[in-house]
């Protein structure tokens, strides 16, 4: 989905002339002879890899062109099926109204061409769609079906914006700092949020320690690493010097509720960080003749918006909206923000290094901060900068602090 945007969709009629039979109605049947999953330890065998002329790219190497375009054509069967099946079941049902589970429904950019060409009127996604989210249904399903109980509909969001996860005490966050002689102030949120805003708007990276966990595979200002969407540079920096993966995978952005109307292509809300947009005509920056012409990796580098950082080369972003009722704190800080910038708008993305889950803990939280180069961490109303801390002394029994999956 990411990679996608940098491809041509090339491959579209070799997928659909072997690997997928694509009726009408969504339905569809995959030849799993080209597919090694269901028997064995690899997604694809030496059959598929015949038919796109290769093997697959070796871990960690250079993403070539071919990757580019094989993303690209995937992403257009993929969309037409989803498309194909939604309409489907809205002709067979007549509902006006969709939700949607399973891993493809974390496939934003479907979802978000759904929402503006398919039949319903909205779309709602559960936010951990993928495999964990089968405990979830598990446990209503024995709640409604097997025990019977009644189900009450409630008004708004019944999952709390998807804050569900453990919280910590300011004793606990205090206690643990202090076990480790770690620097830091202690603000209250008249002076901590404007004071963020600042650090913001200096291109500084944050990581965000606030509240409830999130539940599911997305960041929503809860477990958060946050930074300046205005700036050019900030996508490169936190993939690869916070984050530590390819430079080509985009953040997200985190948006005031009441402004996604002025800054994207998008009426509804998106708690969950589950649907792409178009940014807002009036916020893109036009391309050069030169710069429609660049191939690949070469289009990173041109600024597409006023905010380059969370806009996608096609002019996309993945937009989380933030509302006062499920975030109020996340919800003041972006306000602080636009007080200070005219921007009600954060770069967002998981407080993690890859290959390691989001942060649960003050510990997991500190820990993370000291190991990549993050600049300042915010546990609860504690808030500590890089350079006052001191040297993080490397746990003998981590094999390899930044190895790479």
């Known amino acids: 989905m990411g990679l996608a945007p940098y491809g041509s969709p090339k ?3 070799l997928i659909l002339d072997n690997l997928i039979d694509v009726k009408e109605d969504g339905s569809f049947r995959l030849d799993m002879s080209y597919f090694n999953y269901a028997t064995g ?13 290769g093997p697959p790219r070796a871990r960690e190497s250079d993403v070539s062109q071919k990757e580019m375009d094989i993303a690209r054509s995937i992403q257009v069967v993929t969309e037409e099926i989803v498309l194909k099946l939604a309409r489907t079941v809205q002709k067979e049902l007549g509902v006006d109204k969709l939700c949607l589970a399973g891993g493809v429904a974390l496939n934003c950019v479907s979802n978000g061409r759904l929402l503006r060409e398919g039949p319903f009127s909205d779309i709602w996604v559960q936010p951990a769609a993928g495999d964990a989210g089968g405990a979830l249904g598990a446990a209503l399903a024995i709640w409604y079906q ?61 990581g965000w320690f606030a509240g409830r966990m999130e539940f599911g ?20 920096v936190m993939n690869l010097k916070i984050k530590y993966r390819e430079s080509f995978r985009p953040f997200a952005p985190a948006i005031k509720a ?26 893109r920056i036009p391309m050069t003749e030169e710069q429609q012409n660049l191939f690949g990796i070469a289009k990173l580098n041109v600024p597409r918006s006023q905010i380059p950082a969370v806009t ?43 290959g390691e889950p989001i942060v649960n803990t003050p510990e997991d939280a500190y820990r993370c901060f000291m190991r990549c180069e993050m600049d300042y961490l915010v546990l609860e109303n504690y808030l500590l900068a890089k350079p006052d801390q001191p040297v993080w002394e490397r746990n003998d029994n981590w094999q390899n602090e930044f190895e790479l999956d």
């Open 11 to 13: 491959y579209v009629d």
């Open 41 to 53: 330890l690899t997604m694809t065998n030496e059959k598929f890899h015949r038919l796109f002329n």
């Open 146 to 206: 097997y025990l019977g109980n009644t189900r009450a509909v409630l008004p708004g969001d019944s999952m709390k914006g998807s804050y569900l996860g453990p919280r910590f005490s300011d004793d606990a966050i205090k206690q643990y700092l202090d076990s480790v002689g770690a620097q830091y102030q202690r603000l209250d949120d008249e002076t901590l949020l404007p004071q963020l805003a600042q650090i913001m708007a200096n291109e500084n990276v944050i």
């Open 217 to 236: 595979p997305r960041a929503l200002g809860g477990r958060s690493i946050i930074g300046d969407p205005r700036s050019a540079k900030m996508q490169s």
């Open 258 to 283: 009441d402004k996604v109307g002025e800054w994207f292509q998008h009426k509804a809300v998106s708690p969950y960080m589950l649907m792409v947009a178009p940014v807002a005509e009036d916020k």
């Open 312 to 354: 996608h080369v096609d002019y996309s972003a993945r937009i989380q909206t933030v509302h006062k009722e499920t975030n109020p704190r996340f919800y003041t800080l972006l306000d602080e923000f636009e007080k200070l910038t005219g921007c009600p708008v954060s770069i967002n993305t998981s407080f993690n290094v890859r």
